[in-house]
């Protein structure tokens, strides 16, 4: 793959994706390709997948795959995204992997030994009958791995691939990635922000730059350290929320997404919700954040979260909306899902408009909130045009917008590079000195370190294959 002099602009952004880029990948090669946050990584991985075409913005330079244009390689490149759901396509997970062989033109005998094997590859925990709606998001990411994998492209594209998988199951997707272009005959660009963990694998690192280019990096490079806030131990608050023996299971299931679960979440304390993938963090965190009612047990919110509420017995999934954003602030796992206007600064609003702030106040909150989390020079931009980890900070921003009592964020962190993960855990440490109450469900164990005061750690249930 070669690129000359390219860029690219999304047509609502005054400022360029990523602009200046002159790079080289010869076949066969392993290159990791990092950079700040916002600095076009995921852009660039789009273009060379063929999927920017001169409807989604405007182009500079040349880029070519195999010698040609990206579009019309396509048929040989695999990509795996930020976002597992907008590429599932099937309703079973064996279809969703045998689908891009059948396109592929693979041989039907070959087609069900080549799903297998590939899902044991990146270690699927599931049979092929498995339904997709029924996975986890690390499941999920798993998933679509194995469909990009499975028809042995000659050009693989992986962003942030293991972002959501647990420890163990990010170790298997690199050694699966290792693997399938161990013979080099399939070339491997990987954006990930955990660069360390690639570096053993890969051949070199390329870094994006924000004000356009690319810079090269020899052999001994290493990213730099995490800076880690300064902490000073509290005891624990009144407890605001608790989980008592809540659990969820699908309509239709035979296991339950979540097992009965206790959990106390005080004030001036945070909780880390770890454990590996499929045991229910997720689930878990939208029956604490009141947007989902426990199927059994349930979840009990104290007096002192409660004051001011017209029916104060009520749990907080029967809360109205205006009544539950002022008291629990939330981050879903996808954060491009709870979007809900056309601007950054009309998103950062929005709350505490719907709370009863003022005008002015709600949108001098907004100022406050894009200056800290280095959004705003991204004011006027369609918050689903910004980068993963931009849109990830736009979504930790929305939660803290109201001053909520409890914080529950799901994968904060996700998407940053050194210096915003710094800032956007250096803030959630602030929110916890002030006495609020977080719970972070993540697979960050540097974000663990840095922030907990309480680790429940979600075991996995045995389930069918």
Known sequence: MRLTGWGFRYPSRHAWAARDV????????????????????????????????????????????DGRAPAEARARTGVVFQDPDAQLV???AGDDVAFGLENAGVRPERIWPAVESVL???????????????????????LVLAGALAPRPGLLLLDEPTAQLDPDGA???????????????????????????????VDRVVELRPEGGAVEHGPGWRPAPLRLPVRTPRPAGAVLLRAEAAGYTHRGAEQPALAATDV?????????V??????????????????????????AAAPALTAGLRRPDRPPHRWRADELVRRIGTVFQHPEHQFLTGR???????????????????????EELMERLGLAALAEANPF??????????????????????????????????????????????????????????????????????????????VPA
């Open 264 to 272: 106390a979440v005080p004030a001036g304390r945070t909780l880390a």
């Open 344 to 366: 950054v600064r009309d998103e950062l609003a929005l709350g505490p408009l719907r709370s009863g702030a003022g005008d002015d106040a709600a949108h001098r909150r907004a």
């Open 385 to 462: 045009t910004l980068s993963g980890g931009q849109q990830r900070r736009l979504s930790v921003a929305t939660a803290l917008a109201t001053d909520p009592a409890v914080l529950v964020l799901d994968e904060p962190t996700f998407g940053q590079d050194r210096d915003t993960w710094g800032e956007l855990v250096a803030l959630l440490a602030e929110q916890q000195r002030d006495g609020r109450a977080l719970v972070l469900v993540t697979h960050d164990a540097a974000v663990v370190r840095a922030l907990a005061d309480d680790e429940l750690a979600l075991q996995p249930t045995p």
């Open 22 to 65: 002159d790079l080289r990948v010869d076949p066969g090669e392993r290159v990791l390709l990092t950079g700040p946050s916002g600095a076009g990584k995921s852009t660039l991985l789009h273009a060379l997948a063929g999927l920017l075409g001169p409807d989604e913005g405007e182009q500079t330079g040349e880029i070519t795959v």
């Open 90 to 92: 099937m309703t079973r």
């Open 120 to 142: 044991a590859e990146v270690g699927f925990p599931y049979g092929r009958d498995r339904a997709t709606a029924a996975l986890s998001g690390g499941q999920k990411q798993r």
């Open 274 to 299: 770890t454990g590996p993938n499929g045991t229910g963090k997720s689930t878990l965190a939208l029956l604490l954040a009141g947007l989902r009612p426990p199927t059994t047990g349930r979840i």
């Open 171 to 201: 170790v298997l997707v690199r050694e699966a990635v290792a693997r399938a272009t161990g013979a080099r005959d399939t070339t491997l660009l990987v954006v990930d922000h955990d660069a360390e963990a690639w570096l053993p694998l």
